[in-house]
Nanobody, 124 residues
Framework: QVHLVESGGGLVQAGGSLRLSCAAS????????MGWFRRAPGKDREFIAA????????NYAESVKGRFTISRDNAKNTMYLQMNSLKPEDTAVYYC?????????????????WGQGTQVTVSS
């Protein structure tokens, strides 16, 4: 298993940017596909983005495509989510997650390890 810790959340005005980080423990980070999800108040956990083990392939939800960028640095055991042009509807708790599947998963059930989450609040 891999232990995940998110950081970088906070309060930002609409149109602003934030960069989330997900630090992973252990030496096996590069063997996991990784993903970002978010949960807004009163809503289900929502897929945001996923990245392959090497970082060469990415997938995004339509709601964030063109605004968010997922990346990873396997040498640093860290994944990132660069969020630009933030909107109030992006307000949520953001979670990073690790998957052992050989194909990309956009559902929470495809991920075996989760971080504790970091709050992102976008004011209008």
């Amino acid at each position: 298993q891999v232990h995940l810790v998110e950081s970088g959340g906070g309060l930002v005005q609409a149109g602003g940017s934030l960069r989330l980080s997900c630090a992973a423990s252990g030496r096996t980070f590069s063997t996991y596909r990784m993903g970002w999800f978010r949960r807004a108040p009163g809503k289900d956990r929502e897929f945001i983005a996923a990245i392959s083990r090497s970082g060469g392939s990415t997938n995004y939800a339509e709601s964030v495509k063109g605004r968010f960028t997922i990346s990873r640095d396997n040498a640093k055991n860290t994944m990132y989510l660069q969020m630009n042009s933030l909107k109030p509807e992006d307000t949520a708790v953001y979670y990073c997650a690790a998957s052992t599947l050989y194909t990309v998963s956009t559902t929470p059930s495809g991920y075996v390890n989760w971080g504790q989450g970091t709050q992102v609040t976008v004011s209008s």
